[in-house]
């Protein structure tokens, strides 16, 4: 079993800076791509960021400049890093992430996601 396991969430001003982390457990033989989604209510679920094991990045429109993530692949762990925050970055954070316990044997996992709230 894999489990994502998210932290880092909260309420916070606009302007201010949070920290996402999502850790992956159990029997991982190797987290391929990584990232972050959200969710605001009313909406449909899109792409905050992603990066690859080798640190490729790629990050929605609406973040670019702002957010940063980043990994570490000897604890199977990413991070976003969220800067100068808006009411409109108001969501739940699900972490993403492709693991392969196996070399053949891939799959999609979600965790469970994290609120983050900005005010006004």
């Known amino acids: 079993q894999v489990q994502l396991v998210e932290s880092g969430g909260g309420l916070v001003q606009a302007g201010g800076s949070l920290r996402l982390s999502c850790a992956a457990s159990?029997?991982?033989?190797?987290?391929?791509?990584m990232g972050w989604y959200r969710q605001a209510p009313g909406k449909q679920r899109e792409l905050v960021a992603t990066?690859?094991?080798?640190?490729?990045?790629n990050y929605g429109d609406s973040v670019k400049g702002r957010f940063t993530i980043s990994r570490d692949n000897n604890k199977n762990t990413v991070y976003l890093q969220m800067n100068a925050l808006k009411p409109e970055d108001t969501a739940v954070y699900y972490c993403?992430?492709?693991?392969?316990?196996?070399?053949?044997?891939?799959?999609?996992?979600w965790g469970q996601g994290t609120q983050v709230t900005v005010s006004s």
């Open positions: 993403n992430a492709e693991i392969r316990i196996t070399w053949y044997d891939r799959k999609d996992y």
């Open positions: 159990g029997s991982i033989f190797r987290a391929d791509a």
């Open positions: 990066i690859t094991r080798g640190g490729t990045t």
